[in-house]
C-alpha cells in the first residue's frame, strides 16, 4: 500500500488543532503524533522543531491558521 504523505500530514496538522494551548503570545500543540510527518510539519514551517525535549511544538502563524482551517475542513458539520 502506498501512504499519500501529503493527505497525512495535513490530518495531523488538523488533529494537531485539537490539542493546541495558549502560550503567549503564541499557540502550542501537544506532539504525540507520527514522528515523520511532525517532521514534514516543521519542514513546510508550519511547527517549531520537534526534536526537542518539549513535549509540545509551537505553531508558526500559518501553522496555527492552517491547523484550524484543516479542522473545521475535516471533522466539522
Do not use: C
Amino acid at each position: 500500500m502506498e501512504i499519500d504523505e501529503e493527505k497525512v500530514d495535513e490530518a495531523v496538522l488538523a488533529l494537531l488543532y485539537l490539542t493546541t494551548f495558549k502560550d503567549k503570545p503564541n499557540w502550542r500543540a501537544w506532539k504525540s503524533h507520527n514522528w515523520d510527518s511532525l517532521d514534514r510539519l516543521h519542514q513546510k514551517g508550519y511547527i517549531s522543531d520537534p526534536a526537542t525535549k518539549a513535549k509540545s511544538v509551537l505553531l508558526t502563524e500559518e501553522g496555527a491558521k492552517r491547523s484550524q482551517d484543516l479542522f473545521e475542513k475535516y471533522f466539522t458539520k
